[in-house]
Protein backbone atom coordinates (compact mmCIF):
# COMPACT_ATOMS: atom_id res chain seq x y z
CA UNK A 1 0.00 0.00 0.00
CA UNK A 2 1.54 3.21 -0.56
CA UNK A 3 1.93 6.11 2.02
CA UNK A 4 0.38 9.25 1.13
CA UNK A 5 1.76 12.89 1.10
CA UNK A 6 0.63 13.39 4.76
CA UNK A 7 1.16 9.47 6.35
CA UNK A 8 4.90 10.76 5.60
CA UNK A 9 4.36 14.04 7.00
CA UNK A 10 3.28 12.51 10.15
CA UNK A 11 5.59 9.82 10.15
CA UNK A 12 8.23 12.42 10.62
CA UNK A 13 6.61 14.20 13.27
CA UNK A 14 5.61 11.03 15.23
CA UNK A 15 9.99 10.54 15.16
CA UNK A 16 10.59 13.55 16.13
CA UNK A 17 8.19 13.45 19.47
CA UNK A 18 9.34 9.38 19.75
CA UNK A 19 13.23 11.17 19.98
CA UNK A 20 12.10 13.86 22.68
CA UNK A 21 10.01 11.42 24.65
CA UNK A 22 7.05 13.34 24.14
CA UNK A 23 3.27 12.26 25.20
CA UNK A 24 1.47 12.15 22.27
CA UNK A 25 -2.42 10.86 21.12
CA UNK A 26 -3.34 11.22 17.56
CA UNK A 27 -7.30 11.32 18.34
CA UNK A 28 -9.22 9.47 15.09
CA UNK A 29 -12.39 11.66 13.36
CA UNK A 30 -14.82 9.76 13.50
CA UNK A 31 -18.97 10.13 13.68
CA UNK A 32 -18.80 10.10 17.57
CA UNK A 33 -16.16 12.47 18.26
CA UNK A 34 -15.10 15.78 17.55
CA UNK A 35 -14.43 17.16 14.00
CA UNK A 36 -11.93 19.17 13.35
CA UNK A 37 -9.18 18.34 16.09
CA UNK A 38 -5.20 18.54 15.38
CA UNK A 39 -3.68 15.14 14.08
CA UNK A 40 -0.99 15.21 17.29
CA UNK A 41 -1.96 16.02 20.62
CA UNK A 42 0.86 16.63 22.82
CA UNK A 43 2.11 16.80 26.21
CA UNK A 44 5.94 18.93 26.47
CA UNK A 45 6.61 19.56 29.87
CA UNK A 46 3.49 19.88 31.41
CA UNK A 47 2.81 22.67 28.11
CA UNK A 48 -0.13 21.94 25.91
CA UNK A 49 0.79 21.18 22.02
CA UNK A 50 -1.58 20.58 19.06
CA UNK A 51 -0.09 20.03 15.62
CA UNK A 52 -1.61 19.60 11.98
CA UNK A 53 -0.02 17.81 9.19
CA UNK A 54 -0.79 18.78 5.92
CA UNK A 55 0.63 17.82 2.77
CA UNK A 56 2.53 20.07 -0.03
CA UNK A 57 0.67 23.35 -0.26
CA UNK A 58 -2.49 21.78 1.83
CA UNK A 59 -4.33 24.48 4.00
CA UNK A 60 -6.13 24.06 7.26
CA UNK A 61 -9.97 23.95 6.84
CA UNK A 62 -12.26 26.82 8.52
CA UNK A 63 -12.99 24.14 11.49
CA UNK A 64 -9.22 23.17 11.64
CA UNK A 65 -8.63 26.77 12.41
CA UNK A 66 -11.42 27.30 14.29
CA UNK A 67 -10.11 24.46 16.64
CA UNK A 68 -6.20 25.22 16.67
CA UNK A 69 -7.43 29.14 17.51
CA UNK A 70 -9.70 27.90 20.62
CA UNK A 71 -6.34 26.09 21.75
CA UNK A 72 -4.38 29.08 21.57
CA UNK A 73 -6.56 30.99 23.11
CA UNK A 74 -6.82 28.62 26.33
CA UNK A 75 -2.71 28.71 26.76
CA UNK A 76 -1.95 26.08 24.38
CA UNK A 77 0.89 26.01 21.35
CA UNK A 78 -0.30 24.78 17.77
CA UNK A 79 1.79 24.43 14.75
CA UNK A 80 0.38 23.00 11.39
CA UNK A 81 3.58 21.47 9.60
CA UNK A 82 3.91 20.24 5.60
CA UNK A 83 6.81 18.15 4.26
CA UNK A 84 8.92 22.31 3.97
CA UNK A 85 8.93 22.55 7.54
CA UNK A 86 11.58 19.70 7.74
CA UNK A 87 14.08 21.69 5.61
CA UNK A 88 13.48 24.77 7.46
CA UNK A 89 16.03 26.38 9.66
CA UNK A 90 15.79 25.70 12.74
CA UNK A 91 12.72 23.39 11.89
CA UNK A 92 9.58 24.57 13.13
CA UNK A 93 8.74 21.61 15.82
CA UNK A 94 12.63 20.95 16.95
CA UNK A 95 12.49 25.01 17.60
CA UNK A 96 9.36 24.80 19.67
CA UNK A 97 10.37 21.38 21.76
CA UNK A 98 13.92 23.33 22.69
CA UNK A 99 11.70 26.08 23.64
CA UNK A 100 9.77 24.18 25.96
CA UNK A 101 12.46 21.81 27.22
Not at 24 to 36: F, K, L, V
Not at 92 to 97: N, R
Amino acid sequence: MATTPEAKVKAKIKAILKAHNIYYAMPIGTGYGNSGVPDFLCCVNGKFLAIEAKAGKGKVTALQQKNLREIQDAGGITLVLNEESFNMRPPPLEFVLKELA
